[in-house]
């Protein structure tokens, strides 16, 4: 059947085209649900406000990360250093959720989620806001205790991981 001709356009090509271009801080959203870990990369990440210090990632409810925040409801935001791509690698889906934390330094046993020893920046965050969108669900936290290093911050755009220059 002919879409009618009041329908919506659809800019999702379009949309995804644009973007690829336009290079992202990469993080890894990490979290503990009971005694279960768990981790995704994301692009989707962003500070909303210094008052309250808060910030926000993007999650897709398909993932294993959106139902154990839910559960948890805290999380940690890891920005990554130039040197982590087989992290990022390893947790936007290379490997299963079971076999990512063997990919790095990570501290199973720290609150809020598993730690990255060598995170460039390391935000514990409590749940505090979550409003679904489509697919996804903005989850905002509160800053609970933020720790960070000196570096440039790993970079993915046009499909794949860059340096800054
Ligand atoms: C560079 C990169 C950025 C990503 N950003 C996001 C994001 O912001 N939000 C999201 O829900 N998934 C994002 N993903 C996809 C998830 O990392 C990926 O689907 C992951 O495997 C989800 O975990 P699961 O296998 O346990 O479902 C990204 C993947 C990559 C490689």
């Known amino acids: 059947m002919n879409q009618p001709d009041t329908a919506a356009p659809d800019y999702r090509t ?37 008052d309250p210090p ?14 154990a925040i839910a559960d948890a409801q805290r999380f940690r935001i890891t920005f990554l250093s130039q ?33 990255l020893a060598d995170g460039l920046v390391d935000i514990e965050c409590a749940l505090e806001a979550q409003l679904d969108h489509g697919s996804h669900t903005i989850f905002i936290g509160g800053a609970a205790a933020v720790r960070y ?9 046009n499909g794949d991981y860059h340096r800054a220059a």
């Open 83 to 115: 040197n982590h791509c087989e992290v990022a690698q390893a947790f936007g889906g290379q490997l299963p959720q079971e076999q990512r934390f063997s990919i790095g330094a990570w501290d199973l046993g720290s609150a809020y989620g598993p730690r």
């Open 14 to 50: 379009e949309l995804r085209s644009a973007m690829r271009q336009v290079m992202a801080s990469v993080a890894v959203i990490t979290t503990t649900a009971g005694d279960r870990p768990a981790g995704m990369t994301a692009t989707a990440v962003s500070m909303v406000s210094l």
């Open 54 to 67: 808060s910030l926000l990632v993007c999650v897709n409810r398909s993932t294993r990360l959106y139902q």
């Open 149 to 157: 290093g000196e570096g440039p911050v790993l970079l993915y755009g």
